[in-house]
């Protein structure tokens, strides 16, 4: 079984949509992090983790929330999605007790607002 | 602030010839180095890192990255390249701030 799973794979919604996906992780874990990735600019930060209290916004946190619900899970929500959120989204966890900032992928979700 | 440009967006390469694909880096102190790949519709993997020691590291797949600190660089090579190395590849940098920064990446498109 895959150590970071996100849900759902794909998503395709309409404009003013609230949508939530979904990361869940069995490595570990203390750290988790929320991307986007859109072509030609790479991988962007939304939000980051660094425990269940623990919340910060990344670079491109605007239109965006998180929740931790637990060590393990951490939602990344669009409480009203537009088109230029249309993107692929990766979750992302690392172990801060090693300090090496060493990141484990999830297999992405891609999302599409029309 | 920390930053990573891979100065090139596409490379194109024949299986079996070699490859390098460019990574350049800003960073105050010593930084923390990774090269990731991400293969078609699936998430990023990690090839190798380099936090310190040898600035020569090996990674999976065949593939190593050297550390240059004079250049600020820090190029992954592969000595014969596979139809399967087609990926994009992610050079990120590491530092105090626990979060790296990942580059625009580099699509690796190889010739049989």
């Known amino acids: 079984d895959a150590d970071v799973t996100q849900t759902p794979r794909n998503r395709i919604t309409k404009t003013g949509k609230r949508i939530m996906l979904e990361c869940s992780q069995t490595?570990?874990?203390?750290?988790m992090y929320w991307y986007r990735q859109d072509p030609g600019l790479g991988l962007r930060l939304i939000y980051y983790?660094?425990?269940?209290?623990?919340?910060n916004k990344g670079e491109i946190s605007d239109g965006y929330s998180v929740s931790r619900q637990a060590q393990a899970k951490f939602s990344l929500s669009l409480e009203s999605a537009i088109p230029n959120q249309t993107a692929l989204y990766f979750c992302a966890t690392s172990d801060g007790g090693k300090k090496s900032y060493e990141q484990y992928f999830g297999p992405g979700t891609r999302l599409t607002v029309t | 602030a920390q930053s990573v440009t891979q100065p090139d967006i596409h490379i194109t390469v024949s299986e079996g010839a070699s490859l390098e694909l460019r990574c350049n880096y800003s960073?105050?102190?010593?930084?923390?180095l990774f090269w990731y790949v991400q293969s078609p519709g699936q998430g990023l993997q990690l090839l190798l890192k380099?936090?310190?020691?040898?600035?020569l590291v090996q990674g999976i797949k065949g593939f190593e990255a050297e550390f240059k600190r004079s250049q600020s660089s820090f190029n992954l090579r592969k000595p014969s390249v596979h139809w399967s190395d087609a990926a994009e590849y992610f050079c990120?940098?590491?530092?105090?701030?626990?979060?790296?920064?990942f580059g625009r990446g580099t699509s690796l498109i190889v010739h049989p």
């Open positions: 380099y936090f310190s020691g040898d600035t």
């Open positions: 960073y105050g102190a010593t930084p923390y």
């Open positions: 990120a940098v590491g530092g105090g701030s626990y979060i790296p920064t």
């Open positions: 490595k570990g874990h203390d750290r």
């Open positions: 983790s660094f425990d269940v209290k623990d919340i």
